[in-house]
């Protein structure tokens, strides 16, 4: 039986394996074939941890993936492979759930027979979510961890991790700690992010970065050059030496702008109705938007709900978890070593209210607090690690765009092909 060379998938927030369809196709393409050494890919998709299951915290979620990949090992084995090398790729929330899982297989001495070689994210908030200085994001901050449960609680940095008094994710941000030296193990690191246009996880998070060279010159003269045959991937870029030009005056309405209307908006292809029909709907949206978001919030409200009562019975079980054998390694050495982080504590009222003062009103990108900030230095020191950018400007959120995420209903969503090949040309089997 050949040796075999495991790759594992991890889809993101409310998402499902389906939403992996296009990595997984193009990646078997690629790869179709054993290497000089006679090794083959096996790629598994992660499948318990979907849907609503994604609200029960980057841990819980990354437990199961765990549980996923023991018994897709397992069952090799007893088909007469020997699993020699794994790779792991996230996408959005799977990236940090990746993070978590290689972070548990290290602890679990995975590692001592099976090579670490390939980590990818994609479009992953590795910071974090980060908030935006206006009404509506701070809005989100503070009812993102009702409403996604545990998983927005550690999104927004608001958790106590096992009570160590920090969030999960600056846990996993600390260079002592099992996350970290798990995931500088890995022969090759490697993250994509969107440049442009995604306003579900920005490119500050995205790349962890603290400044965002594309916010201001993104359309008033920024020279990008892209990766050929690899395009929407950025290769170089050039910022204008001249400050931005400022948008021109708009122009008067006319029949045209109507009739365009929903090409203006950031509607999907099945909401953008042909004139008159557009005008129709638009003018509809005062009845339809209240009935929507009361359909949202009860949505919300529900699947938090039973994302709590699963939590609660995941914590009866807590001693004999991964989460908690982590944790108690955590503690015994926490303390022999520095925190490397600035602030140790987590964002509260008054981080935030110091944040978005009035001096960052008119901010046109998220401002990060000083645990991000401290985050992101901390995780630039990886060693080996490359950062891949993907430059959509679509006029809408690139998000999903980026992973080909569902072809069949938005057809733009082909556009980021360009990403996935990539990623597949670039994986070392």
Known sequence: MAPIHLLAVVHGMWGNPIHMAELKRIMLETNDKPNAAGEELRLLVAETNRDDSTYDGIDFGGERVVEEIMKEVSDLEDQGHTVVKFSITGYSLGGLISRYVIGALFKKDFFNTIAPINFNTIATPHLGLPIYPTFISRMFSRLGPIFLSRTGEQFYCVDDWMNTGMPLIQIMADPER?????????KHKRIYANA???RTVPYITAAFETEDPFAEHMTNGISIQLEDGYSPIIKSYTLPDTPPVQPPKPKPLSLSWFK?????????????????????FYLCLPIFIPVVLGLV???????????????????????????????TFEREVENAVADIIDDPGKPGNDDMEGVHGADHVDAPVPVLTPLQRSMAKSLNKIPGLEKKLAFLDLGFNSHATIISRD???????????????????????
């Not at 949505?299 to 989460?323: G, H, N, P």
């Not at 072809?407 to 089997?429: N, T, Y």
């Open 178 to 186: 099992v996350f970290y030296r798990a995931l500088a193990s890995f």
């Open 196 to 198: 442009v246009n995604d």
């Open 260 to 280: 365009n209307l929903s090409r203006r908006t950031f509607l999907p292809p099945f909401l953008q109705f042909r004139f008159p029909l557009n005008i129709v």
């Open 297 to 327: 919030v009860v949505r919300f409200s529900t699947a938090a709900r039973s994302s709590r009562s699963r939590i609660k019975l995941l914590a009866k079980d807590q001693e004999s978890r991964i989460a908690h054998l982590i944790a």
């Open 407 to 429: 072809i069949r209903r938005f057809p733009m969503h082909k556009l980021g092909e360009g990403v996935i090949r990539h990623w597949a040309d670039s994986f070392e089997l």
